[in-house]
């Protein structure tokens, strides 16, 4: 079975497909079980409309995260029967923005949340950070607040699984500065952040966007993975991260090999943020 369970559409910022025109491309490559999870990165709830956007109203955050679920439901009820449509969102930043995340997280159209961290408190996107501008302290002093946000986040716990950790990895990978990160350093942070969300009875995910970039990785790669399971986790999705239409199902394949080899026997799909499980 094909499940991909982290893709986004043009109702996220950064995407370019519509919601039917992602289910459709889904249906034709195979897809059993997709999961629409467009951003809702908190911290950015009330961002404000550039003078270069027309309708003012329903720009920002707050207005394309609810416009996303709202659609999703709608196409829930007319794909019934063709695929297993999940309604859902990646919650970008939750405790940037904790009132925000809150009325993200109440919204019972939801069958599944991503908790992702995408910039720390004060910084931009590590998509956007000049690594090359940074010495190896800066990277370092970069990770270290990650993992220390991420494990906030993951005490907080009120999404479903934790969204490509290391995701940081994939950009410092990209602008050549890999060698100065010894992740030997992060052991104890990763064990930290596993051992909340199992006893939170969250999970992570297996994304395989990395393998379609420089890192050449999933996001977390397989030690990682192999590593949660070991210590008792047991919900674990795939996703691809898809932002366009050809993106879907992509690395799907490999991601559910990664989860065999880390000693799992199923993946986790949600309906109404109650985790079912698939046997692979």
Same mark, same amino acid.
């Given at each position: 079975?094909?499940?991909?369970?982290?893709?986004?559409s043009a109702f996220s910022p950064d995407a370019v497909d519509g919601v039917q025109t992602m289910i459709e491309e889904?249906?034709?490559?195979?897809?059993?079980?997709?999961?629409?999870?467009?951003?809702?990165?908190?911290?950015?709830?009330?961002? *404000?409309?550039?003078?270069?956007?027309?309708?003012?109203?329903?720009?920002?955050?707050?207005?394309?995260?609810?416009?996303?679920?709202?659609?999703?439901?709608?196409?829930?009820?007319?794909?019934?029967?063709?695929?297993?449509?999940?309604?859902?969102?990646?919650?970008?930043?939750?405790?940037?923005? *904790?009132?925000?995340?809150?009325?993200?997280?109440?919204?019972?159209?939801?069958?599944?949340?991503?908790?992702?961290?995408?910039?720390?408190?004060?910084?931009?996107?590590?998509?956007?950070?000049?690594?090359?501008?940074?010495?190896?302290?800066?990277?370092?002093s970069l990770l270290d607040d990650y993992f220390e946000e991420v494990l906030e986040m993951c005490r907080w716990g009120?999404?479903?699984?934790?969204?490509?950790?290391?995701? *940081?990895?994939?950009?410092?990978?990209?602008?050549?500065?890999?060698?100065?990160?010894?992740?030997?350093?992060?052991?104890?942070? $990763?064990?930290?952040?596993?051992?909340?969300?199992?006893?939170?009875?969250?999970?992570?995910?297996i994304n395989t966007s990395g393998l379609r970039q420089p890192i050449g990785k999933t996001l977390p790669e397989l030690?990682?993975?192999?590593?949660?399971?070991?210590? /008792?986790?047991?919900?674990?999705?795939?996703?691809?991260?898809?932002?366009?239409?050809?993106?879907? /199902?992509?690395?799907?394949?490999? /991601?559910?090999?990664?989860?065999?080899?880390?000693?799992?026997?199923?993946?986790?799909?949600?309906?109404?943020?109650?985790?079912?499980?698939?046997? $692979?």
């Amino acid at each position: 079975m094909l499940i991909d369970l982290h893709t986004h559409s043009a109702f996220s910022p950064d995407a370019v497909d519509g919601v039917q025109t992602m289910i459709e491309e889904a249906l034709g490559r195979g897809v059993e079980v997709l999961a629409i999870t467009d951003h809702c990165d908190c911290n950015f709830w009330e961002l *404000p409309a550039p003078d270069t956007v027309r309708d003012r109203e329903m720009y920002g955050v707050k207005y394309y995260a609810k416009a996303s679920i709202s659609r999703v439901d709608d196409m829930k009820k007319i794909y019934a029967g063709r695929i297993n449509l999940l309604c859902g969102t990646e919650l970008g930043q939750p405790l940037q923005n *904790p009132d925000a995340a809150e009325k993200i997280v109440s919204d019972k159209r939801l069958d599944f949340i991503i908790g992702s961290h995408h910039m720390n408190r004060g910084k931009d996107d590590f998509y956007w950070l000049e690594y090359g501008k940074m010495d190896s302290s800066e990277i370092v002093s970069l990770l270290d607040d990650y993992f220390e946000e991420v494990l906030e986040m993951c005490r907080w716990g009120s999404f479903d699984v934790l969204g490509h950790l290391t995701y *940081p990895l994939r950009y410092i990978t990209e602008r050549g500065r890999i060698e100065d990160v010894d992740m030997k350093r992060y052991e104890e942070p $990763i064990r930290e952040i596993f051992r909340t969300l199992i006893h939170n009875g969250k999970g992570i995910e297996i994304n395989t966007s990395g393998l379609r970039q420089p890192i050449g990785k999933t996001l977390p790669e397989l030690d990682y993975v192999k590593l949660y399971r070991e210590m /008792g986790g047991s919900i674990l999705t795939v996703g691809s991260d898809a932002h366009k239409k050809g993106d879907i /199902g992509a690395g799907i394949e490999e /991601g559910i090999k990664i989860a065999k080899q880390a000693g799992f026997t199923h993946l986790t799909c949600f309906e109404k943020r109650s985790p079912n499980f698939i046997s $692979i």
